[in-house]
C-alpha cells in the first residue's frame, strides 16, 4: 500500500527519512548550496564533525586535515558536509572561510553537543560539534551517514564519576550511522559496548577482522556484535533500519589502515602516562578527551596526530563508499514515505502473469508541435505569428519505448516522473486506456511540471525552433525504481538516459540484483553519457568493481557512440583504444562500416557484451561476443529496411529499441546464472533485423510510435 506523501516545499520534499522534521526546524538549520542540491536529487551525502578542526588538532593541520577529508569524501562519490553552529543557525555544509574560522584559534569555540545546542544557537555563538551535535544536526537535515575519529564512551573509573559520554545516549536515539575507528582506548571500553548494547546500538566491526578497534590500534580484545566487510553490505543493514522504523543509530567501526599500527604499542604507553597525569591534575569532563589527546601528541613526537589524521581520512573513505551504496538502494527513507505512485490501481494481463514483465524506466512528456501551413506562408517569417496546425501527443523517449513494445505484446510497466497537473493528467490516462501498467508513474506536485517537448516546424517541414522542459525527469527517485523492480521482478529493463546518473545508478544495481538483462537507449549526444557517469559513481563508490555487464545492450547512433567511447576512456572504464590495425583488418572486411564506428564499437565492448548501432539508412551495426570465446568481438552490419512512405522519422530510434525489448521480452531467459548476456550472434542480428520493421513502421506514420504496431508485426515477411 503506498500513502500519499505530505506536501512539503520542494526543496525539502525529497529529502529521506526526516523531511517533517527538517520543516519545522528549517530556520534553525543553513543548507550550502552544494548539499541543497544534493539531497534534493537523493545523492549521497556524508556529515563531518568540526570539534576535531577546533579541540582535536593543531593549526594548520586541523584545516589542512579538514579540506583533504572533504575531497576524500567527493573522490568516492558523496558530498561532503561539515556541520558547525554559525551565527544562530547550523551550518550544514561549510565554506573555506568558516572552516579557518574554527581552526584558527582567532576567536572562542564552543564544544556543543547536543545539551549545548540550544544555548549556542540561542547567544549566537561559535560552536564545533561533537559526535552527539553532528548526529543531531545530520539527522535534522535528512543526512543517514557520519563520518569521524572515534566515539567518545564510559570513562575509566565511571562506576563512581558517572562520566559517560553524550556520544552513546545519542546513538540510541538518533537514526545516523557513525563510521569511526570505534572508541578511543582512554575510555573504559567494555563498558562502553555494554552501554551501547543497553541502549540498543548495533555495533558492526567492519573489514575482514570482528575485533573492535580501539582508535589508535586495531586491536582492543573485544568482539564485535557483527562483522560486515563491504559499504553495500552496511548500507542494507541502514536502510533495512530506516525500514523497521528503529530510531536508533549505529557504529561503524573501522580499524587503522594497517601501515600505521607499528606504532600503536608506543601509543598506548603514551595514553598510559597521560591518564595518569590527568588523574594528578584532576582533569575531568570535556576538557579530558583534548588535554590525553594533546599529551599524547607530545610523548609521541607527532606519530599519535599522524594515526589520528589516518584514520580520519580513511573513515571518511569508507563512509562516502557507504552513502554512495545507500543512494543507489534508493536511501534510507521508511516504507510509510514511500513516493507516491500516480495510480494506486496498476492493470495487468492476467493472461501474461506466468512471465516476468519488462520494466522501462525513463521519461514521460507531452509533444507540442506546432506545423506552419505552407500555403498560406511559403516562407518562414520571423518575429510574428504563422497561420498552420499545432497537435499534441504524449511522448517522451521512455514512454516511446514502452508503448511500442506494449503494442508489440510485452507485458510493460513505465517507471517515470509526471507532475499533478494537466499534462500529467493527459499521459496518465492514455497509458491507462492503452492498458500499460502504470503503478510506477511517480506523481509530483509543487512547483513540479510534467515534461514537455515544444517544437515549431517551418513550412518545408524543418525545425525552426524547439524548447524541451525535462527537468522533472531529474526528479524520478531512486526507491520509487527500486520498489519497482523489488515488485516486478523484470526480466527486462529498458532505461533512457533522462533520469539522474543516481537514478540510472540505481536502476543498473537494482537490474543486476533481479538478474534483469538490461537494455540502454542513449536517448541523445547530451544526455548519453549518463550512464557511463553512473557507471564511474557505481565503480567509485565501490559497491561494484566490476561494472562491465551491469548493462548488457546498448542502441546508439553513431553521435552517441562516439561521445559514450569518449567517455567511457577518460572515466577510465575501459583501459585504451582498440589499435588503429586492428580496426583497419575489421574495416576491410566491414567496408560498408566507418572505421570511426567500428573504433568506438570495439573501445565500449568490454563494458556491453552487446553494441547496436542505428545508422538510420544505412541499416544497423552490431558487435557481440564469439560463441567461442566470450572475449573476442564479432562485429558485422545489417542491412537496411526501406520505408514506403517517409512521415515522420521522429521515433523511428525509439521503436526500434520498443521492438528489441518486446522480442527479449518473450524469450524470458536471457542470462546465465553469472549474469553473462545469453544470446549468439545469430540471436542479436534477428532480433536487430525484425526490430528494423518497427522502426519502418514508425517512419510511415505520423506519430511518433505506430498505432499499427501489434504483435505479429515482427514475424511478417
Not at 588523574?279 to 607527532?302: D, H, N, S, Y
Not at 517537448?453 to 525545425?463: I, S
Request: contains cysteine; charged residues 20%.
Amino acid at each position: 500500500m503506498r500513502i500519499r506523501s505530505c506536501h512539503l516545499p520542494a526543496a525539502w520534499r525529497r529529502l529521506r527519512p526526516h523531511g517533517r522534521r527538517l520543516l519545522s526546524t528549517a530556520p534553525l538549520v543553513h543548507l550550502a548550496p552544494r548539499v541543497r542540491e544534493a539531497l534534493r536529487n537523493g545523492e549521497p551525502v556524508v556529515a563531518l564533525e568540526s570539534t576535531i578542526i577546533s579541540h582535536g588538532m593543531p593549526y594548520p593541520q586541523n584545516v589542512e586535515t579538514a579540506r583533504e577529508v572533504e575531497q576524500i569524501v567527493a573522490a568516492h562519490g558523496s558530498t561532503a558536509a561539515t556541520v558547525a553552529l554559525i551565527d544562530g543557525r547550523i551550518h550544514v555544509g561549510l565554506s573555506d572561510h568558516e572552516l579557518l574560522r574554527l581552526g584558527r584559534g582567532d576567536e572562542p569555540v564552543v564544544k556543543t553537543s547536543r545539551r549545548d545546542m540550544a544555548a549556542v544557537l540561542s547567544q549566537r555563538l561559535l560552536g564545533a560539534t561533537t559526535v552527539a551535535g553532528t548526529m543531531l544536526a545530520a539527522h535534522l537535515a535528512g543526512i543517514a551517514v557520519f563520518a569521524t575519529g572515534g566515539i567518545g564512551g564510559v570513562h575509566r573509573g565511571a562506576e563512581t564519576t558517572m562520566d559517560v559520554s553524550a556520544d552513546l545516549t545519542e546513538l540510541g536515539r538518533t537514526p545516523v550511522a557513525v563510521v569511526c575507528a570505534g572508541a578511543k582506548s582512554i575510555l573504559d571500553l567494555p563498558k562502553t559496548l555494554e552501554f551501547l548494547e543497553t541502549q540498543g546500538v548495533p555495533v558492526v566491526a567492519y573489514g575482514d577482522s570482528a575485533e573492535f578497534p580501539a582508535f589508535f590500534s586495531a586491536h582492543s580484545g573485544l568482539q564485535a556484535p557483527w562483522n560486515l566487510q563491504r559499504p553495500d553490505q552496511v548500507a542494507r543493514l541502514i536502510r533495512t533500519s530506516a525500514e523497521l522504523g528503529l530510531q536508533n543509530g549505529m557504529v561503524v567501526a573501522v580499524p587503522v589502515p594497517g601501515e600505521h599500527a607499528e606504532t600503536s604499542a608506543k601509543i598506548e604507553q603514551a595514553i598510559d602516562a597521560a591518564l595518569a597525569e590527568s588523574t594528578e591534575l584532576g582533569i575531568k569532563g570535556k576538557q579530558a578527551t583534548p588535554f590525553l589527546l594533546k599529551r599524547v601528541a607530545e610523548r609521541t613526537r607527532g606519530a599519535s596526530l599522524a594515526t589520528n589524521i589516518a584514520l580520519v581520512k580513511n573513515n571518511a573513505r569508507v563512509a562516502s563508499q557507504v552513502a554512495a551504496s545507500l543512494a543507489t538502494m534508493g536511501g534510507c527513507r521508511p516504507r510509510q514515505y514511500s513516493t507516491r505512485a500516480a495510480s494506486g490501481k496498476g492493470i495487468r494481463n492476467s493472461a501474461r502473469t506466468d512471465q516476468r514483465p519488462l520494466l522501462v524506466v525513463g521519461c514521460a512528456a507531452v509533444d507540442i508541435t506546432a506545423q506552419v501551413d505552407s500555403q498560406q506562408c511559403p516562407t518562414w517569417v520571423p518575429a510574428t505569428s504563422q497561420p498552420g496546425a499545432v497537435f499534441t501527443s504524449v511522448g517522451g523517449v521512455g514512454q516511446n519505448i514502452a508503448r511500442a513494445a506494449h503494442l508489440l505484446g510485452a507485458d510493460v510497466a513505465l517507471s517515470a516522473a509526471v507532475a499533478n497537473d494537466a499534462h500529467g493528467a493527459a499521459v496518465r490516462a492514455e497509458l491507462h486506456a492503452l492498458g500499460m501498467d502504470t503503478r510506477f508513474l511517480q506523481l509530483l506536485d509543487g512547483s513540479a511540471r510534467t515534461a514537455i517537448y515544444n517544437a515549431v516546424h517551418g513550412p518545408d517541414g524543418d525545425l525552426i525552433a524547439a524548447v524541451a522542459d525535462m527537468h522533472i525527469n531529474g526528479l524520478l527517485a531512486p526507491q520509487q525504481i527500486e520498489e519497482a523492480v523489488a515488485e516486478l521482478n523484470p526480466c527486462v529493463v529498458g532505461l533512457d538516459a533522462n533520469p539522474s546518473v543516481l537514478a540510472i545508478a540505481t536502476t543498473l544495481t537494482c537490474a543486476n540484483r533481479a538478474q534483469a538483462c538490461v537494455v540502454y537507449e542513449p536517448t541523445s549526444a547530451a544526455k548519453c553519457t549518463n550512464a557511463l557517469r553512473a557507471l564511474s559513481f557505481i565503480k567509485r563508490s565501490n559497491a561494484m568493481t566490476d561494472v562491465g555487464g551491469l548493462i548488457h545492450i546498448v542502441t546508439p547512433n553513431a553521435l552517441e557512440l562516439q561521445h559514450m567511447a569518449e567517455a567511457a576512456l577518460e572515466l577510465a572504464l575501459v583501459e585504451t583504444a582498440p589499435p588503429a590495425a586492428t580496426v583497419d583488418e575489421i574495416a576491410e572486411v566491414q567496408y560498408s562500416l566507418d572505421s570511426s564506428v567500428i573504433r568506438d564499437m570495439l573501445t565500449l565492448f568490454p563494458l556491453f557484451p552487446a553494441v547496436v548501432v542505428k545508422l538510420g539508412a544505412k541499416g544497423a551495426a552490431v558487435v557481440s561476443p564469439s560463441p567461442k570465446n566470450a572475449a573476442r568481438p564479432i562485429i558485422r552490419h545489417i542491412p537496411p529496411l526501406k520505408p514506403c512512405l517517409v512521415e515522420n522519422s521522429n521515433g523511428a530510434g525509439d521503436s526500434m529499441v520498443g521492438a528489441i525489448l518486446a522480442q527479449l521480452h518473450r524469450r524470458q531467459t536471457l542470462l546465465t546464472p553469472d549474469s553473462r548476456l545469453n544470446l549468439a550472434p545469430s540471436d542479436i542480428d534477428a532480433v536487430v533485423g525484425r526490430a528494423q520493421r518497427a522502426a519502418v513502421l514508425s517512419i510511415e506514420s505520423v506519430r511518433a510510435v505506430n498505432d499499427q504496431l501489434c504483435a505479429d508485426t515482427l514475424d511478417k515477411d
